[in-house]
């Protein structure tokens, strides 16, 4: 007993000393943080980050105090930048957003070794009421298809098509077409949620550059039932609940009703289409790649959904891939490290891929940010690389 004592004792003054080690070395960090107006001092607002794995509770729980108008904290860090965020009232979704109501991304700060504090603003909390109007930021030619029925999903929208510049000037060309979900934030600052992609901005300064293939885009906007809509295969939800997967009925939308039309109304290279999302809707993007491969010719999962699982608590995502053979789909997939803090899970799926395409990675593409965030603002960055190498060799 006395040697176990004494190995405890040893043990925890070597904890000590690395712990204290570390805090030589480690830059103390101000934060000072402009609340929104009308701020409440009864509310709570926490700094969550990668440098205390986004923690609200617990040792590593990091609550603001109001000092002469600031929301002020201290960090202890050893890292040369830092992603972060402000929770109010400890509920995940009254997250920071602008004045016009849109969620803002996760903030991003690059430390250099004299720095002694960061600052930041939070101009609004995304449950308040909008406090500015969004103006449409619609650029280029675009046709709308209003109020557009969807059988499949019971319920109707608006599907918004971009036309690239030479649909009109030469009426003998045929063009690939890339439908994009989540089609709320693909075009216009004004129906975002968040920030907006900026495809049409993108796309018009890539063909006047000509820098990309020309292509047709279509954005369809999500409903009510997101998280069903853009599961294909059934899951369980946070509460640990099993919950039905839509998303088979949403490509089917795409396949059955949606795709017919566009390709009937406009000149369309039939065999030539794509999807592309985000987070769920990526996860949309690799599922229709694994069992539509005939009909979607290329793909981009940005940011894909990786940590869905069933209710025998296995990933949805890495159980469809089991055993499959694919082949004839480009497939462009990213991600960002701060998302899951490590790269481990998207690396899994990269080989779970070239497994499926037999080592032929000549049609799989995969890049991981370091500096990725999970919002529209980054994947619209990484947007025009992921469309240039996706339609690289489209005639």
């Not at 499949?152 to 690239?164: E, G, K, T």
């Not at 997939?333 to 080989?351: A, M, P, Q, T």
Request: with cysteine; proline share 5%; glycine share 6%.
């Amino acid at each position: 007993m006395k040697q176990m004592d004494c190995l405890i004792k040893s043990s925890t003054a070597l904890l000590s000393l690395i712990m204290l080690s570390a805090n030589l070395y480690a830059q103390q960090i101000k934060f000072m943080v402009s609340p929104p107006q009308g701020y409440d001092a009864k509310d709570t607002v926490h700094l969550v980050g990668d440098f205390n794995d986004w923690a609200l509770n617990g040792p590593m729980a990091n609550k603001l105090t109001l000092e002469n108008g600031k929301l002020v904290t201290w960090i202890s860090t050893t890292e040369t930048s830092l992603h972060f965020t402000f929770v109010k009232n400890k509920d995940w979704q009254q997250l920071p957003a602008s004045e016009q109501g849109k969620s803002l991304c996760t903030y991003f700060q690059q430390l250099d070794s004299a720095q002694v504090s960061v600052s930041a603003d939070i101009p609004a909390w995304k449950t308040d009421p909008p406090r500015l109007l969004t103006e449409s930021s619609l650029t280029g030619h675009i046709e709308t298809l209003s109020q557009f029925q969807m059988p499949q999903l019971q319920r109707s929208a608006d599907i918004l098509v971009f036309l690239p510049p030479s649909y009109k000037t030469d009426t003998t060309l045929r063009y690939p077409v890339l439908y994009m979900l989540d089609g709320q934030n693909v075009f216009d600052a004004q129906t975002a949620y968040s920030d907006e992609w900026r495809v049409d901005e993108i796309l018009s300064q890539m063909y006047q550059n000509q820098s990309a293939a020309d292509l047709i885009v279509v954005a369809i906007p999500n409903g009510k039932d997101r998280c069903q809509e853009y599961n294909p295969w059934d899951f369980v939800n946070r509460n640990s609940e099993p919950v039905e997967g839509k998303g088979k009925h949403t490509m089917a939308f795409i396949r059955d009703t949606l795709k017919p039309v566009i390709d009937q109304k406009f000149r369309t290279q039939v065999l030539q289409s794509g999807l592309a999302g985000s987070s769920l809707g990526g996860l949309m993007a690799l599922y229709s790649a694994i069992e539509h491969h005939d009909i979607f010719k290329f793909v981009a999962a940005f940011s894909p959904a990786l940590d869905i699982y069933n209710a025998e608590g296995k990933n949805v995502l890495f159980e469809a891939l089991k055993g499959k053979h694919l082949s004839g789909t480009k497939i462009y997939f990213d991600i960002g490290k701060v998302e899951y803090g490590d790269f481990s899970r998207i690396e899994s799926l990269s080989s779970q891929l070239s497994q499926a395409y037999q080592g032929d990675n000549v049609m799989l593409k995969l890049v991981k940010d370091p500096q990725g965030r999970h919002c529209e603002q980054d994947w619209s960055k990484r947007f025009p690389d992921a469309i240039k190498w996706l339609t690289s060799d489209i005639n």
